[in-house]
């Protein structure tokens, strides 16, 4: 790969939630000979990103993973049992078939499908969720990604989480990540990566859902606490509570003031 081929493959990889198709139109504009090569930087963008495809004849979204690829551009969904194939710069499914769940943790896997479905479903207004056999079968990986856009008011929003539960010690361990770009009048974007550890003592799928929703509330709490340290601390140290004129501004009579001399209070002749 050359190091313009690189550069451009960090772009798709990079691009912000939900904004993929933007980045790319950007890309055809600037460098649209480079566009041919960009398939396997779709794949790596989709698969970290947790991108959700709908099943040919299906309402219901699945994931799209490392932990549930079966090579290739092909996949598995464990809930529904089917496998299918994904067209990475589209972000199309096709192609589903029956793909019965294989795996000594069968049992377990679709006990946490029911139970993490169900508490997503209270905490999250959409989101997809995927529990597949993971590291030969000697661990199970709960993933979950919620997605909220909202480009008419230049934001938008992703939560992932990834959890590898040792089917034998019920120990938990994985990473929550949350990015956010807010884009109006400037590019501001949030990432951040909470790493989570919790230890064996949850006997049940039921146990160990709650261990993460625990897990997940804190770390919820936690940002909302530091954005309103931001709001209330740093923001405003980045600009003055009043002009420099010392007098609030009143905007009713912007449009009368003149700049720089009925702002300053005065007019001089």
């Known amino acids: 790969m050359t190091s313009k081929q690189a550069t451009v493959a960090s772009f798709v990889e990079s691009a912000p939630p939900g ?15 480079e566009t041919q ?6 794949k790596k963008y989709n698969e970290e990103q947790y991108t959700t495809v709908k099943l040919p004849g299906g309402s219901e979204t699945v994931l799209v993973s490392k932990y549930n690829s079966l090579g290739d551009t092909r996949y598995f969904d464990t809930a529904s049992q089917t496998s299918f194939d994904v067209d990475h710069a589209s972000q199309k499914a096709s192609n589903p078939q029956q793909h019965p769940l294989d795996s000594r943790n069968a049992d377990l896997i679709r006990s946490l499908q029911k139970s993490f479905s169900t508490a997503t479903a209270e905490h999250f207004p959409a989101s997809t969720i995927g529990v597949f056999p993971a590291e030969s079968d000697s661990a199970i990986a709960i993933l979950l990604v919620a997605s909220k856009y909202s480009p008419q008011n230049f934001w938008n929003g992703r939560w992932r989480s990834t959890y590898l539960l040792d089917p034998l010690s019920k120990s938990l361990q994985g990473t929550i990540k949350v990015d956010v770009h807010y884009y109006e009048d400037g590019n501001v ?33 936690e940002l909302n606490r530091a954005f309103t340290a931001l709001a209330e601390g740093s923001f405003k140290g980045l600009r003055r509570q009043l002009p420099v004129t010392r007098q609030r501004v009143e905007w009713e009579k912007i449009s009368g003031y003149r700049l720089g001399q009925d702002v300053a ?3 001089q002749r």
């Open 265 to 267: 209070g005065g007019r």
């Open 189 to 221: 974007r949030m990432n951040t990566t909470k790493k989570v550890e919790i230890g064996s003592g949850a006997s049940s799928a039921d146990a160990v859902v709650r261990e993460i929703a625990k897990a997940e509330n804190k770390y919820q709490e």
């Open 19 to 33: 904004e993929l198709s933007n980045v790319v139109a950007d890309i055809k504009a600037l460098a649209s000979s």
């Open 37 to 42: 090569s960009l398939e396997p930087a779709f």
